[in-house]
């Protein structure tokens, strides 16, 4: 990981962070060109009721229409899901940073069968408050992962 990385997945936390604190799912998301932030989101299905509002699509939303997304890169303080992983490979977004694949993960093989390169950070600020959002919110995490 490049210290742009450790950079853009730390904006990608706090994020998540702000999620948890506003009573929603903590899952974080930066969309980077250069190094630079293009857009950032987080998880907003609690707070605006909408089941597709994961973090991924939330920062894509706020990007909104560009030419190309080819030349970015996606940061996630948690794996994608298959939604948040179709929408990366349909877009074309050929990077993805991962802070946490230890509570949730599975869809980086799928990534990477699509060409996309994946890089794991086990970062363990987002390992750890994915595991107190677990611990907490049970109920919440089960509707998130659609269980």
């Known amino acids: 990981m490049t210290d742009d990385d450790k950079r853009l997945l730390r904006i990608a936390y706090e994020e998540a962070k702000a999620g948890f604190d506003e009573g929603g799912c903590p899952i974080g ?6 190094g630079r932030v293009v857009a950032q989101g987080r998880n907003q299905r609690v707070q605006k009721g909408d089941p597709i509002a994961h973090g991924e699509m939330d ?14 890169v996606l940061y996630t303080s948690l794996s994608p899901c298959m939604m948040c992983s179709g929408t990366i490979v349909q877009f074309g977004i050929p990077r993805v940073v ?3 694949t230890q509570n949730f993960g599975g869809n980086e093989d799928f ?13 363990p600020d987002c390992i ?8 907490e919110k049970p109920e919440l995490w089960a509707e998130d992962i659609a269980e």
């Open 29 to 34: 998301s930066v969309l980077a060109r250069g």
């Open 59 to 72: 920062a894509l939303r706020k990007a909104g229409r560009q030419q190309s997304y080819r030349d970015t």
């Open 98 to 100: 991962i802070g946490d």
């Open 111 to 123: 990534l990477r069968s699509k060409g996309v390169e994946v890089v794991i950070a086990d970062d």
């Open 128 to 135: 750890a408050l994915m595991e107190r959002f677990i611990r």
